[in-house]
């Protein structure tokens, strides 16, 4: 009897300590799905997602994107998970900084939202060699995403560290946490084909290995239509519409919806009108769609070396709805916003029933969902690229835009239309840009500090071989750059006869190459994103007897995407010399001394404790325009607490480093082609990456992000290594202080989504201007308001030839406030024009 007192006792303790535990990590939740969607605790959810890769940020910034993600009306943060940073050496791993998942996870969480977390290992994202580790190349016998033992076997190990990782943290959702979804491999149905029979037995092999580390969470696999069961194969792609999961117990999902593109050196800028990217995402969820992934919703920045190649750039904006700074972009984030609360108004109707598709016409369609027969909720399309069209829908007439789609929560009211723009803009919505929002502050030449890096070999650990050797293999990563050196001998009469010029031609598997003879530069050649090969062709002059050749090879991102892409090669495959005995000499399998990395590299120049060290030169005399240089100056950081970028617009190729910090690598002087942009992109008719570019002829990239929390409040290190030529007198550092906002509505535009209630409809039928600062400003002054016809748009108002001042009734309502909101028809308001179908247009200062 004793006994089972005493067990009944420490039985209790154990319920006691366990429920403890329990509830102070959070409530487990139970996902699960079906043919519709997704189940949380039970209920089916129309879920809106959007990527934010933690570490193209710093953790400062992670609560302020998360949160005005969260405001903008996702459910769900998806990231990668990127192997190369997380174990750069085998069996050492690293979790903290930009690279502490688990505290952006909780991040996350303590924001209410989900996570779905894309182990994958593979995850292309323009990320350096596509996440993997440099040193997985190099295990004898292994072969990447392919049914082989040595990469399965290193694959299943990282996968588990981080599932155990996440559960030893409480941080899947049967455990309290915010994790509801994993991803293993990554749009792998892309590039199977090419793996042959081990590409169809490693899916599977994948498909098993995620499920048996038992996360409790569904698994994903992106753009893979035989993923295996249960695995669910999802959608990848500007519009996913027309999407079917490859079995009929599956949801339709899409994990990467493109709101824009990523950026290479030496290409335009590519964007996506906010119409179109609407449009998408209504037609999903119009057809049966229930999560959808905005890939980026935050872009952010590719610091350090993490970029992949060939040739991305540094900047990751993605034209996302928070640019690469964080800021919001309007009129983007708005729209999408409004959107998510039109869709979330049909949530009970889209997950309860199939949708019944009923035709408007040529073009035109409806797709219904029934609670009962007088209980509905419809979407209405007109799917054509250039008519408008008005449209009879249960009685009742709609007038649907070219490429648009109209949604009605009780299938009579139209709440958004996804044509009808109505959030607010943000002027020039492309970080410090204008003037008059900006500070900017220079770096005299005085201030500046040089090191001349050596031409050629420079240390003991240089090496001899016969032949060229491929850049990836020989430098395993360690740097960007690889010294191929070799020597000339010219015949003293040859070269009397011939006059010492010859063409030298030097063929490239990649990505850029400085070339030196007899120490003096003599040309610069690269390839592109498309392909990073090049040959470059130059007359030199040689002298008599011996001459030295030495080529800088240089990589600008390891390959990322594509099959077998972990093998592609890079440097030089070809040096050849025509014009000497009137014939050509081939000088590729000559004996080449080789130097992996730079002197300054080596020397550790970036480093702030060399801030003082004698090997900087001082003087007025500041050597610009010259290759192969290393620049430093200090400065302090500019007043405020928002971001700040360096403007990089007067130097050519190169990385710079803030504090010992890389910010990434610069190369302003690639110019992107002069043609192909256009500064009205109609976003009627199917998108793609080339549809809607701008900044032709300029350099791709000019400022780099500086997080302000790599600053400190007193002197500042900025320490560049110039490549190809540049002029440092000329950098300045820039911050935003201000932000201008435009709102511009019409009599005919819906009141905002967020007021519809599908009880009582509209609370008001009139529209609202909104206005909204970024978080931490206020709307500081109205710089222009005017309702009946004004003209121009936001940046250039103009009063029309009817005209009502409202400054008044707009300063009264929203200076000095974060956000504000107006009635088109404010009270007392005189009409300017009766009959006349009028707007308002607003313009605003937001400052700190």
């Given amino acids: 009897m004793g006994r089972m007192n005493m067990r009944t006792i420490i039985t209790l303790l154990v319920i006691l300590v366990v429920e403890g535990c329990y509830w102070e990590r959070g409530v487990s939740t139970t996902v699960t799905y079906d043919h519709k969607a997704l189940v949380i605790d039970g209920k089916r959810r129309i879920l809106q997602s959007g ?67 894309r182990i994958g290992p593979y995850a292309c994202a323009e990320w350096n060699y596509g996440g993997f580790p440099v040193w997985l190349h190099f295990i004898p016998g292994i072969k990447f995403r392919t049914s082989n033992e040595l990469f399965k076997r290193e694959m299943k190990r990282f996968l588990k560290k981080v599932v155990n990782l996440m559960k030893d943290e409480n941080l899947f959702a049967s455990q309290g946490g915010p994790i509801i979804l994993a991803q293993v491999e990554n749009e792998y149905g892309n590039v199977e084909d090419a793996y042959g029979v081990g590409g169809k037995l490693y899916v599977k092999w994948a498909a098993e290995t995620a499920v048996s580390l038992n996360t409790t969470v569904p698994w994903v696999m992106c753009a893979q239509k035989d993923a295996p069961d249960p695995i669910i194969n999802t959608c990848n792609g500007f519009y996913c519409d027309g999407f079917t999961p490859n079995s009929p117990s599956k949801p339709a999902m899409w994990t990467e919806n493109y709101p824009g593109w990523f950026l290479a050196f030496g290409y335009p800028i590519p964007y996506r009108p906010v119409e179109d990217i609407a449009f998408a995402v209504a037609r999903f969820f119009e057809k049966g769609g229930t999560f959808q992934n905005y890939y980026m919703y935050f872009g952010g920045t590719n610091f350090g070396r993490t970029a992949g190649g060939p040739l991305i750039a540094t900047s990751y904006d993605y034209d996302a709805p928070l640019d690469e700074y964080g800021f919001i972009r309007q009129p983007k984030w708005g729209h999408l916003r409004d959107l998510h609360i039109a869709i979330k108004h049909c949530e009970d109707y ?37 008519g408008d069209a008005n449209v009879t829908f249960k009685g009742n007439s709609y007038f649907l835009p070219a490429w648009s789609v109209s949604i009605l929560p009780d299938c009579k009211n139209v709440v958004f239309n996804t044509a009808k723009v109505v959030s607010q803009k943000t002027l020039d919505d492309v970080s410090f840009v204008r003037n008059t929002i900006t500070r900017k502050s220079s770096l005299a030449s005085s201030a500046w500090d040089w090191y001349k890096e050596r031409v050629g070999i420079w240390g003991s650990n240089s090496f001899t071989a016969s032949g060229l050797l491929e850049q990836i ?258 950098i300045s550092l820039v911050t935003r202080t201000g932000q201008e906002i435009c709102a511009s509505l019409s009599e005919a535009d819906l009141p905002p989504s967020d007021t519809w209630n599908p009880k009582v409809g509209f609370s008001s039928e009139v529209p609202q201007v909104r206005l909204t600062c970024d978080q931490g400003w206020h709307i500081a002054s109205i710089r222009f308001a005017s309702f009946g016809t004004p003209e121009g748009d936001c940046g250039a108002y103009m009063q029309g030839s009817c005209h009502a001042n409202v400054t008044s009734i707009y300063q009264q309502a929203c200076v000095g406030k974060q956000q504000c909101s107006v009635p088109l028809f404010a009270a007392n308001l005189r009409d300017p024009c009766p009959g006349v179908l009028k707007r308002v247009a607003v313009q605003a200062l937001c400052s700190v």
Avoid at 67 to 94: C, M, T
Avoid at 360 to 377: F, I, P, Q, R, W
Wanted: aromatic letters at 12%.
């Fill in 51 to 117: 990527s934010i890769h933690y570490p193209r940020a710093t953790p400062d910034m992670w609560p302020g994107i998360i949160s005005k993600a969260k405001e903008g009306g996702l459910d769900v943060i998806e990231s990668y998970v990127f192997w190369n940073y997380h174990e750069p050496v085998r069996g050492q791993y690293y979790f903290e900084g930009r690279f502490d998942l688990v505290r952006f996870v909780k991040t996350v969480h303590e924001a209410g939202l989900y996570v779905h977390l």
């Fill in 473 to 730: 293999n020989t430098t395993k990563d360690a740097s960007d750059f690889l010294w191929y050196t070799t020597s000339v001998n010219v015949d003293e009469k040859i070269e009397r006869d011939h006059k010492n010029v010859v063409v030298l031609s030097i063929a490239s598997l990649g990505h850029a190459a400085l070339v030196f003879v007899n120490k003096r530069p003599v040309g610069f050649g690269y390839g592109n994103h498309d392909d990073a090969s090049f040959v470059l062709k130059k007359k030199i002059s040689l002298n008599p007897g011996n001459n030295t050749l030495d080529v800088l090879s240089m990589i600008v991102g390891l390959q990322n995407y594509g099959p077998w892409f972990d093998i592609q090669g890079a440097g030089v495959n070809s040096v050849v010399l025509s014009g000497l005995k009137n014939a050509k000499e081939n000088l590729s399998s000559k004996r080449w001394n080789y130097q992996v990395g730079l002197e300054g590299e080596s020397l550790g120049l970036y480093k702030v404790n060399l801030q003082n060290s004698s090997l900087w030169k001082k003087g007025n005399a500041l050597p610009t325009n010259q290759s192969l240089i290393w620049y430093k100056a200090t400065f302090l950081a500019p007043d405020g607490k928002g971001p700040v970028s360096v403007d990089l617009s007067s130097m050519g190729k190169g990385q710079a480093w803030v504090n010992g910090r890389s910010i990434g690598r610069y190369w302003p002087a690639y110019h992107s082609p002069s043609t192909g942009c256009t500064d009205n992109c109609d976003y009627r008719g199917s998108y793609n990456a080339w549809k809607c570019l701008k900044k032709c002829g300029q350099p791709t990239q000019t400022l780099y992000h500086i997080p302000r929390h790599w600053l400190h409040a007193g002197e500042n290190i900025l320490v560049l290594h110039e490549e190809i030529g540049g002029d440092p007198s000329k």
């Fill in 350 to 386: 889209l997950v309860e029933a199939d949708p019944s598709r009923v035709s408007l016409g040529m073009n035109l369609e409806a797709h219904v969902y029934y609670k009962t027969s007088n209980d509905c909720a419809a979407f209405l399309a007109n799917y054509d690229s250039k």
